[in-house]
T-cell receptor, first 113, second 112 residues
């Protein structure tokens, strides 16, 4: 595998379910990001991690819980989501924080029913 | 905080037409400027960047010039191809360790 991979690519879940999104980067980067992409809205930065430490949380509801066990892996744990949380969730990584090009994964298309 | 305004899409062109996608921004300090592209079913890819005033970024026939006086970073291509159909995002990044700010994106549709 190369670049940034995300699993699953598609996910349908009910509002009472608990699920997790996984992101893995094979680039040796130190910073990782979660973004939310909704139709007709700007891409929203959710969380930023640098060397496994969270450095940014953009007022994301607690029903989204990130986890970064090491610099190569990033998870987004989901529970009791709302239909408006349906979106494409993109993971990205960069060599350093802020100063470098971000490499994006293909995203997970989430539908909350 | 940073912000970016892109022209509304979709932009519909015929193959070999000239493309301009406008982008204006506000950002703290001396921002770097980026254009990302998202092809259908994929994540975003860096298309080009410029890190200081008057710099011109270019890649795959696309160009954009960092205009500090007008706070703009318009994307241009002289002759588009069907394969250029995608969504294009302008993204400034403020100085220091600030992260990217993305616009809503502009969808480009190129027909044969």
């Amino acid at each position: 595998e190369t670049g940034v991979t995300q699993t699953p690519r598609h996910l349908v879940m009910g509002m009472t379910n608990k699920k997790s999104l996984k992101c893995e980067q094979h680039l040796g980067h130190n910073a990782m990001y979660w973004y939310k992409q909704s139709a007709k809205k700007p891409l929203e930065l959710m969380f930023v991690y640098n060397f496994k430490e969270q450095t940014e949380n953009n007022s994301v509801p607690s029903r989204f819980s990130p986890e970064c066990p090491n610099s190569s892996h990033l998870f987004l744990h989901l529970h009791t989501l709302q239909p408006e949380d349906s979106a494409l969730y993109l993971c990205a990584s960069s060599q350093g924080l802020g100063r470098d090009e971000q490499y994006f994964g293909p995203g997970t298309r989430l539908t909350v029913t | 905080g940073n912000s970016v305004t892109q022209m509304e899409g979709p932009v519909t062109l015929s193959e070999e037409a000239f493309l301009t996608i406008n982008c204006t921004y506000t950002a703290t300090g001396y921002p770097s400027l980026f254009w990302y592209v998202q092809y259908p079913g994929e994540g975003l890819q860096l298309l080009l960047k410029a890190t200081k005033a008057d710099d011109k970024g270019s890649n795959k026939g696309f160009e954009a010039t960092y205009r500090k006086e007008t706070t703009s970073f318009h994307l241009e291509k002289g002759s588009v191809q069907v394969s250029d159909s995608a969504v294009y995002f302008c993204a400034p990044r403020g100085s220091g360790y600030s992260t990217l700010t993305f616009g809503k994106g502009t969808m480009l549709l190129v027909s044969p």
